[in-house]
């Protein structure tokens, strides 16, 4: 089994940075991709940045593309979102987790996903 835990959410105003950081554990941490997905009240879950279990594919949606940067420390165990520029848009539970089987890509099909952590808050205000 594996187990994920989020940090560094919290409240910012509009324009600034947080850094989410995806510490894992029960798992062979650098043989598989992992993703930041979030959700905000009374909206679907998106997927919001991908990494494969290299660090060397990586997928950004539209809506962060160019703010955020998603990263992975293989050594440490832990994947990472840099937010910058941020916005009251922005505003969501924000969720990593890591990807069912191994591979060499990534994928934004939430089902392709095994193991969910239990999300951080990050509010951006106006």
């Known amino acids: 089994q594996v187990q994920l835990l989020e940090s560094g959410g919290g409240l910012v105003q509009a324009g600034g940075s947080l850094r989410l950081s995806c510490a894992a554990s029960?798992?062979?941490?650098?043989?598989?991709?992992m993703g930041w997905f979030r959700q905000a009240p009374g909206k679907e879950r998106e997927y919001v940045a991908l990494i494969s279990s290299s660090g060397y594919n990586i997928l950004y949606s539209d809506s962060v593309k160019g703010r955020f940067t998603i990263s992975r420390d293989n050594a440490k165990l832990t994947v990472y979102l840099q937010m910058n520029s941020l916005k009251p848009e922005d505003t969501a539970v924000y969720y990593c987790?890591?990807?069912?089987?191994?591979?060499?890509?990534?994928?934004?099909?939430?089902?392709?996903?095994?193991?969910w952590g239990q999300g951080t808050q990050v509010t951006v205000s106006s």
């Open positions: 029960g798992r062979t941490f650098s043989s598989y991709g």
């Open positions: 987790a890591v990807r069912s089987s191994r591979t060499f890509g990534v994928s934004f099909y939430q089902d392709d996903y095994a193991y």
